[in-house]
């Protein structure tokens, strides 16, 4: 019980913390982007563990603000694996592999869905070639037979909302309850 809420605590200072950076040019901070993206899952209904994964998704960008700008200066970071490996000390594959997989899930929509690629922003239409460009063939087939690719397909799009300066969102302390349940 007392492990949880020194995680939630320590989360939550991460979010106050450098979540008020700059998010890799995006003309939001990365707390507003991640609060924007657990709106966006909750506003659509999404299942708990969803809406933790979309207001999580990016948490590996915290781990030292060098690691961000390694991203932009040329070098994926891999935040994605950062994320996952660093929430699996408190949360399940249904939290962590979405996160794992949101980068993943950039490069497979831009293969498979016409008009994807032209939504991204500039900056995420950067980092997509750093991170490999969209998918090819063989690699989008295989990525849609990961038991994960459907949750990680559906953070992807709240991610892709989530940059709205000024948009309404629920702050940290909101998700607390449901991040608390799904803690193990
Ligand atoms: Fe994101």
């Known amino acids: 019980m007392h492990r949880r809420t020194a995680a939630l ?7 106050a913390g450098e979540g008020a950076g700059e998010y890799l040019g995006e003309a939001v901070t990365m707390a507003e982007h991640m609060l924007q993206a657990a709106a966006a899952a909750e506003a659509a209904g999404a ?8 207001l999580l998704h990016d ?6 603000a060098l690691h961000g700008r390694d991203l932009m200066r040329g070098q994926d970071n891999r935040h994605s694996d950062t ?3 660093w929430l699996a000390q408190w949360f399940g594959p249904e939290v962590t592999e979405p996160v794992r997989l949101h980068v993943a899930a950039k490069r497979y929509l831009c293969a498979i869905e016409p008009g994807y690629r032209e ?13 490999g460009g969209p998918m090819d063939d063989a690699q989008a087939a295989a990525f849609a037979e990961l038991p994960g690719a459907a949750d990680a397909v559906a953070v992807r799009r709240w991610d892709e909302q989530a940059k709205e300066p000024g948009a309404q969102a629920p702050d940290f302390e909101h998700y607390r309850p449901l991040l608390a349940a799904l803690m193990r």
């Open 9 to 15: 605590d320590n989360i939550a200072e991460l979010f």
């Open 47 to 54: 299942p708990d563990h969803l809406v933790a994964a979309a």
């Open 59 to 64: 948490i590996g960008h915290f781990q030292g």
């Open 83 to 85: 994320g996952a490996e």
């Open 119 to 131: 939504r991204l922003s500039e900056a995420s239409e950067y980092t997509l070639k750093v991170q």
